[in-house]
């Protein structure tokens, strides 16, 4: 599997954006798709995950009620909708992939559980 991300940019704090997370290679059903986020100087932390498999999702407490993530499966795309940005929401976004053995495993957070990662996208929010 390899993750490409795409749509950062720069905007405004108010403003929306909408990440894409295209998928390539050989996608198991079993697999967890989640997007994460780094601020220079702080370590990697969780925003959200999805499961290929279903519709349940997963989001950090930071974030939920703002972002959505959601999946097409017929573009092997997953996506992170941002609303109402933030100046703190300014970071590098990647998503990764995680696979797993059951096709309702519970969610992690833990960046060490996903094994595959894309390249990050830059998103900065002024305020």
């Known amino acids: 599997v390899q993750l490409q991300a795409s749509g950062g940019g720069l905007v405004q704090a108010g403003d929306s954006l909408r990440l894409s997370c295209a998928i390539s290679?050989?996608?198991?059903?079993?697999?967890?798709l989640g997007w994460f986020r780094q601020a220079p100087g702080k370590e990697r932390e969780f925003v959200a995950a999805i499961r290929w498999y279903d519709d349940d999702t997963y989001y950090a407490d930071s974030v939920k009620g703002r972002f959505t993530i959601s999946k097409d499966i017929t573009k092997n795309t997953v996506y992170l909708q941002m609303n109402n940005l933030r100046p703190e929401d300014t970071a590098l976004y990647h998503c990764?992939?995680?696979?797993?053995?059951?096709?309702?495993?519970?969610?992690?957070?833990?960046?060490?559980?996903?094994?595959?990662w894309g390249q990050g996208t830059q998103v900065t929010v002024s305020s």
């Open positions: 990764a992939a995680r696979p797993t053995l059951s096709l309702r495993l519970t969610f992690s957070k833990e960046v060490n559980n996903y094994k595959t």
């Open positions: 290679g050989r996608t198991s059903s079993k697999i967890h």
